[in-house]
């Protein structure tokens, strides 16, 4: 079995993790000019593609304080992994494809990267105070999740945070929350939603083909509605606009077939076309 652990091989890895960051710049700089099709296709992190290791124990890295994008990417046997209590960024595609079976984020934590976990295998994640950013991808296609709370910090959803998280049933938004990016919805199980008070946008397809939703009740800051934000919620049947909503997209509720009637705002600025086509 493939272990990591603290002390002396923790030592280690902390000056590899810090020295990794050097090395993948001069890479970078070597495959300027070379066409990649695959974003993927190159393991750039220190331990990229290790597909017999199992477990990182990172407790005894007490300096580290970021994970350099792609460290651990398609590390495919790779389920556990302890993060040490001062690490404060987690970067780009570092777990993509590493099936993790659960996590425990460091209360420091501020920012996770795009595609960070992406695929993980995790059912829950609490995600701290301190975490201020959640990049693009940063959660997609994990299809176990069933659960996310958002933190105070957090002020915007980018696109496709939670795109495909077929299991994700139940989403605690919190209050401080102003936008809702691309996709960040889109096929998941999510059942009934509140926006929260300061949410002024919500963009295209953020709940596209969320077939499990019932209900949506809009806050009063809510301005614009992106195109095809609804589409293809086949269980919707009930929404509530709010009053000082100005744009509603195109497609924004197409195929909603269950939905029987909705009560257009008087502030209505701008109705695109095929709205429920």
Request: with cysteine; charged share 20%; hydrophobic share 40%.
């Amino acid at each position: 079995m493939a272990v990591i652990d603290s002390n002396l091989e923790s030592m280690e890895l902390e000056m590899k993790l810090t020295s990794t960051v050097e090395e993948q710049e001069e890479q970078e700089e070597k495959n300027k000019n070379s066409a990649i099709d695959d974003p993927w296709s190159e393991l750039r992190g220190t331990f990229g593609g290790s597909t017999s290791l199992l477990r990182v124990n990172l407790f005894g890295c007490s300096k580290l304080e970021s994970i350099p994008d792609f460290c651990f990417l398609n590390c495919t046997s790779l389920v556990r992994v302890d993060f040490n209590e001062n690490l404060q960024s987690i970067g780009e595609a570092s777990f993509h494809s590493c099936p993790l079976a659960s996590i425990v984020l460091p209360n420091k934590l501020a920012r996770i990267g795009a595609h960070a976990f992406e695929r993980c295998k995790f059912e829950s994640v609490d995600l701290p105070k301190s975490l201020s950013i959640i990049d693009e991808g940063a959660f997609i296609l994990c299809d176990a999740l069933t659960h996310i709370a958002l933190p105070d910090r957090l002020t915007e959803l980018h696109d496709e945070t939670f795109y495909g998280c077929a299991a994700l049933a139940s989403v605690e938004f919190n209050d401080n929350l102003t936008r809702i990016g691309s996709d960040c919805f889109t096929e998941t199980a999510v059942q009934s939603t509140t926006f929260p008070t300061k949410l002024t946008k919500v963009d295209a397809e953020a709940f596209g083909s969320c077939e499990s939703l019932m209900d949506v009740t809009f806050n009063d800051k809510l301005t614009a509605l992106g195109d095809r934000a609804f589409s293809h919620c086949t269980s919707l049947v009930t929404v509530v606009l709010n009053e000082n909503l100005e744009t509603i997209g195109a497609n924004s509720f197409s195929q909603c077939f269950d939905l029987p009637s909705i009560t257009l705002p008087g502030r209505l600025l701008s109705l695109e076309t095929d709205l429920f086509a």
